[in-house]
C-alpha cells in the first residue's frame, strides 16, 4: 500500500510569514499534484508537478518535487488569510490508461491576520 | 460551464441502510472517481468509471458500487450501512484522453449514518 505522509499536520501562523509544508512517500509516483480545500467544498487542483527536480511557481506558492520523485514540498510566501485551508498532495499512479490518485491527510493552514 | 456537481448536498441515514448518490461530471469530461474523505483525513480512492464499466477499485468492501450512465454521469450505491460510512463523498471527473489528468471535484455529499 502506498502511503503519503504530510507534515506538519497543522499549521498556525501571522499575515505576511513564510511556511513550507511536506509531502514524503516511500514509493515512487507517476506525478504529484497539490489540491487546496476549503470547508464545505471538494479540492481545488493547486499545480501537478510530473518530473523529479521539477519546481513551479503559482504567484506566491512554490511546489517542488523531489529528484526521486518520492517527496514534494509547496512553499507559501508573505501569507495570508485567505491561504487558509487544508492542502493535501496526492500521488499519481498511472498504467496505460487507468491511473488514481492516492492523497496524504493533508495539512490545515490557517493565516491569522 | 457548470462544474461537477453532486446531490443531495447532505443525507442522514440509519444502520443497515441503502443510500444512492448522484454525480454529474464537468462538461466534456468522460471519467468519473469516487472518493471517501472522512473527517481529519484525506479523501481515499473508491473506484473510478469510464465507459460505463468500473475501471480501477480501491480498498472498500462489495457493497460499494457503482454505475455511470451514457451521458457520463455517475451513482455511487452503498449497502448495509456502517457507522463507519458517515463521511464526505466527493465526486471528480476528467477527461482520458490527456497526458497527464486533471480532476475537477464537487462539493461533495455529506453521509452522517446513525
Known amino acids: 500500500t502506498q502511503l503519503l505522509e504530510q507534515s506538519p499536520q497543522f499549521l498556525s501562523i501571522q499575515e505576511g510569514e513564510n511556511l513550507t509544508v511536506y509531502c514524503n512517500s516511500s514509493?515512487?509516483?507517476?506525478?504529484l499534484q497539490w489540491y487546496r480545500q476549503e470547508p464545505g467544498e471538494g479540492p481545488v487542483l493547486l499545480v501537478t508537478?510530473?518530473?523529479?527536480?521539477e519546481v513551479k511557481k503559482l504567484k506566491r506558492l512554490t511546489f517542488q518535487f523531489g529528484d526521486a520523485r518520492k517527496d514534494s514540498s509547496l512553499h507559501i510566501t508573505a501569507a495570508q488569510p485567505g491561504d487558509t485551508g487544508l492542502y493535501l498532495c496526492a500521488g499519481v499512479n498511472s498504467g496505460g490508461s487507468n491511473y488514481k490518485l492516492t492523497f496524504g491527510k493533508g495539512t490545515l493552514l490557517t493565516v491569522n491576520p | 460551464d457548470a462544474g461537477v456537481t453532486q446531490s443531495p448536498t447532505h443525507l442522514i441515514k440509519t444502520r443497515g441502510q441503502q443510500v444512492t448518490l448522484r454525480c454529474s461530471p464537468k462538461s466534456g469530461h468522460d471519467t468519473v472517481s469516487w472518493y471517501q474523505q472522512a473527517l481529519g483525513q484525506g479523501p481515499q480512492f473508491i473506484f473510478q468509471?469510464?465507459?460505463?464499466?468500473?475501471?480501477q477499485r480501491g480498498n472498500f468492501p462489495d457493497r460499494f458500487s457503482g454505475h455511470q450512465f451514457p451521458n457520463y454521469s455517475s451513482e455511487l450505491n452503498v449497502n448495509a450501512l456502517l457507522l463507519g460510512d458517515s463521511a464526505l463523498y466527493l465526486c471528480?471527473?476528467?477527461?482520458?484522453?490527456?497526458?497527464?489528468?486533471?480532476?475537477?471535484f464537487g462539493p461533495g455529499t455529506r453521509l452522517t449514518v446513525t
Open positions: 514509493s515512487v509516483f507517476s506525478s
Open positions: 471528480a471527473s476528467s477527461f482520458r484522453d490527456r497526458g497527464f489528468y486533471e480532476q475537477y
Open positions: 468509471y469510464y465507459e460505463e464499466e468500473e475501471r
Open positions: 508537478v510530473v518530473t523529479g527536480g
